[in-house]
């Protein structure tokens, strides 16, 4: 399977579900699921993931917006990473993170703020799950937002 018919996995809509949920009890409308977001964003969460970094930016140093621009994505991204390790399932990890986003200050730009603005239509969501080194379960998270339609001509 390549990477440009890849579809979200189930762990990704889930984890795209309680983005539309959250969503929703704050008042804001739902985003678009994008397939270019959810391959752009499950291609850092692997990135990541392999090489053993949590970090905006690759270990070239490009930022969200530099790789966004190098993926063909137009407009600017807001992005979300989240990293979970321990003896719970995948599922679990991402219940958690979305907890501890939402948790986050009420009008702030940090994570919660990512996910309620406004301005936000669509989204994709990238997971990569692994093991540590002493082989606990971890999960990879990242989040991209836009306003502008990535998958469109």
């Known amino acids: 399977m390549t990477a440009r018919t890849e579809t979200p996995t189930t762990l990704e809509r889930y984890s795209f579900e309680l983005i ?6 704050a008042g804001a409308a739902p985003v678009a699921l994008s397939p ?5 964003a499950r291609a850092h969460a692997r990135d990541m993931l392999a090489n053993n970094y949590f970090s905006h930016s690759n270990q070239l ?9 190098k993926a063909g994505i137009k407009g600017g991204v807001y ?3 989240g990293w979970q390790d321990g003896p719970e399932k995948a599922k679990q990890m991402v219940e958690e993170l979305d907890l501890s986003f939402m948790s986050e200050p009420e009008g702030a730009m940090n994570h919660r703020g990512i996910i309620l603005k ?5 989204a994709g969501v990238g997971i990569a799950e ?4 002493s082989n606990a379960n971890q999960i990879y998270l990242v989040q991209v937002f836009t306003d502008l339609d990535p998958d469109a001509n």
């Not at 406004?118 to 669509?122: D, L, N, Q, R, V």
Request: proline share 0%; net charge positive; glycine share 6%.
């Open 20 to 25: 539309n949920k959250s969503r929703k009890n």
């Open 36 to 40: 270019a977001l959810c391959r752009f």
């Open 61 to 69: 140093g490009e930022n969200a917006q530099k790789r966004a621009l």
């Open 79 to 81: 992005e979300n990473l």
């Open 118 to 122: 406004a301005e936000h239509k669509y």
């Open 130 to 133: 692994g093991k540590t080194e």
